[in-house]
């Protein structure tokens, strides 16, 4: 099996938790928060998509999903567009009142745009770095399965937050 088949495993496996999540959930669940600095499901999956979204987009060397395909304006959030939620405040979490249709839409588009790319991947890009920030450089490799990992872990949250309000 190759590395890219691997990824798509893994990609696609979050997007049937994204589907599960959002399956038979009224807006009022989607929405709610455990606590008053907590996540709710809407922010959660809206993050997951952007942190995708943004860090596939830069690794692939194209534009996000998420104004390339309209998304941004779509989505109607008070963000700035090259918003992914990454610190945000816990007024700004209550600030992403998003229904299911929409946060499975954006997350299904990027999610082919997320395959198409690992599609085309060879073994010998995964080497690549993508992010001299880090020490060590950060290659395409560990950048994948860093999202992938983000990505789990979100929606590992949004399923539990699901448990505790519906």
Known sequence: MKSSEILIDGFSRVQEQVHAVLGGIDE??????PSDTANSIAWLIWHLTRIQDDHLADAAGHEQVHTADGWHARLGLPFDAADTGYDHSSEQVGQVVLSAELLRGYYDAVHARTLDFLRLLTEPELDRIVDT??????TLAVRLVSVLDDDLEHIGQAAYVKGLVS
Do not use: F, G, M
């Open 133 to 138: 920030r880090w020490n060590p450089p950060v």
């Open 28 to 33: 009022k669940a989607l929405t709610a928060r």
